[in-house]
């Protein structure tokens, strides 16, 4: 798998005990949060962790889509009805 693909959100512990999660932006010392806020990298005294989220492209769900309506599929509350 292609890394740059990957979203990349990272929770880290700020100076004042809050915890936030966002990213580090490699052009300025500054970490986005998810909510839009940037704030210094100076503030963050620890990580915690990161975890990588995989995009699923549009396309191949219009492959799939046939699949689920055909007779016989399970009907789950979440799924669409056909």
Do not use: H, N
């Not at 210094?40 to 995009?55: D, F, H, Q």
Request: charged share 25%.
């Amino acid at each position: 798998m292609d890394r740059r693909r990957l979203a990349k959100v990272e929770a880290v512990v700020l100076d004042d005990g809050s915890q936030v999660e966002g990213r580090r932006l490699t052009t300025r010392p500054v970490f986005r949060t998810l909510d839009g806020r940037e704030l210094a990298v100076a503030r963050i005294t620890r990580s915690i962790g990161r975890t990588a989220y995989v995009s699923f492209p549009p396309f191949p769900s219009v492959i799939m889509l046939p699949a689920r309506c055909s007779p016989g599929a399970p009907a789950t509350t979440s799924s669409p009805r056909c």
